[in-house]
Each structure stands twice: as C-alpha cells, then as structure tokens.
C-alpha cells in the first residue's frame, strides 16, 4: 500500500550543512574540498576570525560548525559561547592544533558537541560530523582521558590565574604586589596553592604544566 502523500526525503534535506571557521585560509580550503566532494556534506560558509564565525552561523544556521580555537578578533571559545545561548541546536565541533586539557575544558564548557584534533585522518573528521549531526558528541578516548583529568583537578581561582600570568612573564612575588595592588604575603599565599592546585614543587614547573595544559598562553 502507497501513501502518495508522504514523499521520501529528497537527497538535498540529508546533506549536512557545515560551517567552516578557522583564520588559515589554506587549512579552510582543504576541509572544504574534504567535505564537498563526499555526497551528503555541503560547506556553506568559511569564516577567518570569531567575529565572522557568528556572523555566518546566524545567516545561516549551518546543521554542523568546525571551529578553530586560536583565532583573531574574537576566540574560538568566544565565538561558541556567543553562539550556542542563541541558539540551542547549534552543534559545533572544537577543530584544533591543541590537545591542551584546558582548551578542550573550555571549548566544551562554552557549549561545543565534538572535539577533533587537525592532525586527525579525514575519516575520523567526517565520523565527528556524522555524529554530531545525529546529535552524539564526539570526543576520542585520548582527549576523553584528559577531560577528565581537567575536571577532577582543582581549578584556579581568577585571581591565581591573574599571578600565573604575572609569574610567566617573570615577575618577582614584589613586583606582582605591585601590579596588583596586593600586599607581598597575599602573592605568596597565591603562589602557594598555585604550586599545590598544579601538583608541582616550583615556579618553572608551574609555567611548564600551565603551558602544556593550556591553561596560559605566551
């Protein structure tokens, strides 16, 4: 028995939508060749810094969003917590060079579904978009381990994150009283559950585990 009124989706409202948002043109060009040439993916918008990316996602609510972390005007992570209040069933995947704990912590945190690293082969980045357009996230078992990790680790309050970056660009405990109008005892307090919130025992351990988590950036 026929139903003539229930027409069978045509191949166009299968194909994925994506938006491509990343401030390498060539990194952008190549995803975009990836995509297009495989049947059910479109690329319907490429953006160069954060700013663009919102601005394309809003005209054109793309089904999937890559987004790089690292980029000018406005940040990856801004664009995404600009974008995801906005609108609820966006689904954007955190496309980047970095495996840094911290960045993946806020790129989900700020509401991205999936998370691929560049160097990943191209099939692991069409099974990302698949998924997340099927409404599963996409998070591999190496930067699951770290989320994890990230999420059972103290976090630093605002104001250590304010002496950590003071401490990176080599300040004395003096001059970082100084900067922040704080008494010199209060840096030292800081620096104290620095050094224990890190699990480290000094100040090079410190800026070396804080860049490699990502937590600074020089």
Not at 18 to 24: C, E, N, R
Not at 54 to 69: K, S, Y
Not at 167 to 183: C, D, Q
């Amino acid at each position: 028995m026929t139903h003539p009124h229930r027409s069978s989706p045509t191949p166009s409202s299968s194909v994925i939508r994506v938006l491509i948002s990343d401030d390498h043109p060539f990194m952008r060009e190549g995803l975009a060749a990836v995509l297009d040439y495989k049947p059910d993916m479109t690329v319907v918008g490429q953006a160069g810094n954060g700013h663009e990316a919102v601005e394309l996602f809003r005209q054109h609510q793309p089904d999937v969003t890559l987004m790089d972390l690292r980029m000018p005007e406005l940040s990856g992570v801004e664009a995404i917590a600009t974008i995801c209040p906005e609108f609820a069933e966006a689904r954007i995947i955190v496309l980047t060079t970095y495996d840094g704990d911290e960045d993946i912590y806020r790129g989900l945190r700020a509401g991205a579904k999936g998370y691929v690293l560049k160097d990943a082969e191209p099939d692991e980045l069409l099974t990302a978009i698949r998924a997340v357009h099927r409404g599963q996230k996409y998070i591999p078992p190496a930067i699951g381990a770290k989320l994890a990790e990230r999420i059972g680790s103290p976090e630093l309050s605002d104001r250590e994150l304010e002496v950590l970056r003071l401490m990176a660009r080599g300040k004395s405990n003096l001059e970082i009283s100084t900067a922040l109008a704080i008494a010199e005892g209060t840096v030292k307090f800081h620096v104290k559950n620095i050094l224990s919130k890190l699990a480290v025992s000094d100040r090079t351990q410190a800026m070396i585990v804080a860049l490699k988590r990502g937590i600074i950036t020089l």
